[in-house]
């Protein structure tokens, strides 16, 4: 049995105290079943930390770098957000592959310092509508899988997750069908299976693109859909909450 993991992405939004309005206003009402997840900017993880101790909300960073320190300006290093007590780490969100020039080899040495470190990864992938268009979905994230997980230890594959998040639906208010969604993750589920074995039946694969309180159930009822990761329904409370009503 997989634990449904629901994961905000604020991206490059809100400010601390804005952050821990949000977290005000969420505490104590994200019981259930789900893991419960905030990915924030950098600059909140150390207060979003403190405001969330003795609940079940857990922070996350969007990216950090795969060398442990030296000259790379404005990079944060994985000690960094260990001393933070991050339990996730985006890698390889389609903005960072797109604006930020982030490569599946440098998004495999993320997922494998992350691992090293004891932070779970959480590592994206998709495909863009042309690639769609093209019926070149399974073969992108599939690539995209393989490289991204290379020499990754069995042992720690369930660490891992791996969020589906076609490049088309995000921000777009175009969701993929659940339909849709739920035949590539399964195929990413393959993928995995090919690498890892059974071990497959233990990796989380979330989905992402568009998710909103009123998709939310449809998309969850998916029989390999085993979460949410939200960027636009994450950034107000209420919202968020929807999100965990499924
Ligand atoms: C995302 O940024 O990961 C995302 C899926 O964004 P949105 O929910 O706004 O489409």
């Not at 997989?2 to 019981?31: P, S, V």
């Amino acid at each position: 049995m997989r634990t449904a993991i629901i994961a905000g992405n604020w991206k490059m939004n809100k400010t601390i105290k804005e952050g821990l309005e949000f977290i005000e206003g969420i505490k104590g009402k994200t019981e259930g079943n789900a893991e419960v997840l905030i990915c924030a900017p950098f600059t909140l993880l150390k207060d979003l930390k403190e405001a969330t101790k003795g609940t079940n909300i857990k922070i996350g960073a969007q990216n950090m770098h795969y060398e442990n320190s030296g000259a790379f300006t404005g990079e944060v290093a994985a000690a960094n957000l260990v001393e933070l007590e991050m339990d996730y780490v985006i890698i390889g969100h389609s903005e960072r592959r797109q604006y930020f020039n982030e490569t599946d080899e440098s998004c495999n040495k993320k997922v494998l310092k992350a691992i090293e470190v004891g932070i779970n990864p959480i590592l994206c992938c998709g495909e863009t509508l042309e690639e769609r268009e093209a019926n070149k979905t399974i073969e992108k994230v599939k690539g995209q899988i393989e490289k991204g997980l290379a020499n990754v230890d069995s042992k720690d594959i369930e660490k891992v997750v791996i969020a589906y998040e076609p490049i088309w639906a995000i921000g777009t208010g175009k969701t993929a069908t659940a339909e849709q969604a739920n035949e590539v993750i399964s195929e990413i589920r393959n993928v995995v299976r090919a690498m890892f074995g059974d071990l497959a039946d233990k990796v989380r694969i979330q989905y992402g693109g568009s998710v909103k309180p009123a998709n939310v159930a449809e998309i969850m009822g998916q029989s390999d859909i085993d979460g949410a990761l939200v960027g636009g329904a994450s950034l107000k409370a209420e919202d968020f909450l929807g999100l965990l009503k499924f």
